[in-house]
């Protein structure tokens, strides 16, 4: 099993910057794609970035050129630097992850953290 821990959220400004934390712990090995997803209230959960072990990483269109996820293979902790926040990315993010456990696919999913941006 593995536990997702996020951090970082809160209250920013528009056109402001924060950096979104999400590390690991448990049975860490094999976690082949981390990322991130978020959702605004009353919408749908979508992908915001996801960044596979090996490959390129992936961007929704409305965060590319904003958002830049990164990850620390040595911790398995994957971050999302947010710049030029806007209030249309107000949302709860949530670290998302999938482990290749001898052929079985497993999906895990942090508790979730909100971020603001207004002003």
């Known amino acids: 099993q593995v536990q997702l821990v996020e951090s970082g959220g809160g209250l920013v400004q528009p056109g402001g910057s924060l950096r979104l934390s999400c590390a690991p712990s448990?049975?860490?090995?094999?976690?082949?794609?981390m990322g991130w997803y978020r959702q605004a209230l009353g919408k749908q959960r979508e992908l915001v970035a996801i960044?596979?072990?090996?490959?390129?990483?992936n961007y929704v269109d409305s965060v590319k050129g904003r958002f830049t996820i990164s990850r620390d293979n040595a911790k398995n902790t994957v971050y999302l630097e947010m710049n030029s926040l806007k209030p249309e990315d107000t949302a709860v993010y949530y670290c998302?992850?999938?482990?290749?456990?001898?052929?079985?696919?497993?999906?895990?999913w942090g508790q979730g953290t909100q971020v603001t941006v207004s002003s």
């Open positions: 448990g049975s860490t090995s094999s976690l082949y794609i």
């Open positions: 960044m596979p072990s090996a490959g390129s990483t």
């Open positions: 998302y992850a999938r482990q290749n456990i001898g052929g079985s696919y497993l999906t895990y």
